[in-house]
């Protein structure tokens, strides 16, 4: 019989997440001089700072920080969302969190398809950010009918590639061969296709609804819109893209910088006007420009629990009184309010673990003294157990929206008055998504119970929950 060997989704993973960022490379000149200038960032800043270093060798983050990217997309259909979880799914990634942005003025609600398992993430985080639209949002009917039709005629995935998903749910797996030939054809539904399918008159009634709308609506296919590298020290990076001869946007979002990180800071450069084609009318076809493309960097910190999370909006929503024009007016008063509030928001690790601010991995240490004292506080401070921040693996919608609404190029501000809907997000979706705050507790009580039993502390990973949840 002949031996067929596996491809583990974590290697299916990895090598798509480098495909990609090879085609987009190809595609988008400007992201690979971005990815050299973060790497240069990246190794000065651990160069400059041990103490990052051998923090991130311990956790193993080391190791993904040069392959860690995040990508996006956005879906016309239900069908559409339906399909690509399958597919993402074959890679290890799963749906979690819920971002509505239509509060945002952007007509569309999104998840983050990624891995979960800590080995997972740690082999390579590869996210993408995918966003559906929201035709409920579409206010004038006719268009909105018609955006519908013109969408549910495409087909985003090559027949082979949902044959293979096909195979990967029967089999519960590829072999390698299968795997390769699955990264190629996942790849195609990513590409950027510059033949639009639609004419110009519709591309332009879309566009007046939502430039969104037309970027959604208009083309084969949802190209992937941007490819997100992990900087260390992404004020230098913003600082040093000027010099690259790249235009950032005017602020970083997210909080301001700190000495112990948290959640997300953002920053992006503008879209690309690319060349396109309309479709015929009439036996003519239009050459015109779309701009949908753009660059993003991104900079991770520890996440935060629900009490540290509803501390960061509450700051944010204060500093976010200034607003900034998208050209860059006010940029240095918003970052002067939101660095003045956010001094409320404690700045050091031992506060934040002990106020419950933020998720942390806890680990046996070898170097504590003495008798074993009885609580986890006690376990810490005579050095039994040791604390890291667990890092973010999610976005923020806040940041999220600044982020496209920057690319839109203008202070456009639409406020829709429509209600989330996660319900029907997650029935197109065909599943829930997981909840992001449950799996970083999960990973933080997991991680106790395995330093406590290393400890020889307890006899049961059960009671260590107990403890775990007792006295944290
Ligand atoms: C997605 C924008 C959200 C992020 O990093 O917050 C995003 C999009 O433009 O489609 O990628
Ligand atoms: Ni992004």
Redesign the pocket.
């Given at each position: 019989m002949m031996a067929y060997r596996y491809a583990h989704p974590d290697d299916i993973r990895d090598l798509f997440s480098r495909a990609m960022s090879d085609m987009y490379r190809a595609e988008v000149p400007q992201y690979g001089k971005l990815l050299e200038l973060v790497g240069d960032v990246n190794a000065e800043t651990l160069r400059a700072d041990p103490a990052l270093r051998t923090r991130l060798e311990q956790s193993g983050e080391i190791e993904r920080l040069g392959v860690e990217r995040?990508g996006?997309?956005?879906l016309g259909a239900a069908n559409e969302l339906f399909d690509i979880r399958r597919v993402f799914a074959v890679m290890g990634m799963h749906p979690v969190g819920y971002y509505d942005l239509s509060v945002a003025g952007v007509p569309v609600h999104?998840t983050a398809f990624r891995p979960i398992a800590e080995e997972a993430l740690r082999r390579n985080p590869f996210r993408v950010?995918t966003?559906l639209l929201r035709l409920d949002l579409i206010e004038d009917l006719a268009l909105r009918n018609e955006a519908a039709r013109i969408v549910s005629l495409r087909r985003v995935f090559t027949p082979r590639v949902l044959e293979l998903v096909g195979v990967f749910e029967a089999r519960g797996r590829l072999t390698l061969s299968e795997a390769q030939e699955f990264v190629r054809e996942a790849l195609k539904t990513f590409r950027w296709q510059s033949d639009a399918t639609v004419d110009l008159a519709t591309y332009r009634r879309l566009h007046g609804a939502h430039r969104l709308i037309a970027d959604i609506v208009s083309f084969k296919g949802p190209h992937i819109?941007?490819l997100?590298p992990r900087t260390l020290d992404i004020d230098a990076v913003q600082a040093g893209m000027p010099r690259g001869g790249i235009a950032p946007k005017a602020v970083i979002e997210g909080p301001p910088p700190r000495t112990c990180p948290i959640l997300l800071r953002?920053t992006s450069f503008k879209a690309l006007e690319e060349p396109i084609v309309f479709k015929e009318k009439m036996g003519q076809a239009t050459a015109g420009t779309h701009t949908a493309r753009f660059g993003?960097i991104?900079q991770r910190g520890v996440a935060l629990t629900a009490k540290g999370r509803r501390l960061y909006d509450e700051l944010l929503a204060s500093a976010r009184n200034v607003q900034v024009g998208a050209l860059g007016s006010k940029a240095f008063s918003y970052e002067a309010e939101l660095s003045e509030q956010f001094r409320s928001f404690p700045d050091d690790w031992i506060e934040l673990r002990s106020r419950g601010l933020a998720f942390f991995r806890y680990s046996a240490n070898a170097t504590g003294r003495g008798e074993l004292p009885s609580t986890v506080d006690q376990l810490i401070a005579h050095g039994f157990i040791q604390f890291d921040p667990i890092v973010y693996e999610d976005?923020?919608p806040v940041?999220?929206a600044g982020?496209?609404q920057s690319?839109l190029g203008t202070d456009e501000q639409k406020n829709y008055s429509a209600r989330s809907n996660q319900a029907e997000f997650e029935a197109a979706l065909g599943a829930s998504v997981y909840d992001e705050l449950e799996l970083y507790a999960e990973a933080q009580e997991a991680s106790l119970a395995r330093a406590l039993k290393q400890l020889g502390f307890l006899k049961s990973p059960s009671q260590a929950h107990g403890l775990a949840a007792s006295r944290l």
């Open positions: 995040h996006a997309i956005r999104s950010f966003s819109n941007h997100t953002q993003e991104e976005f923020l940041s999220a982020i496209f690319n």
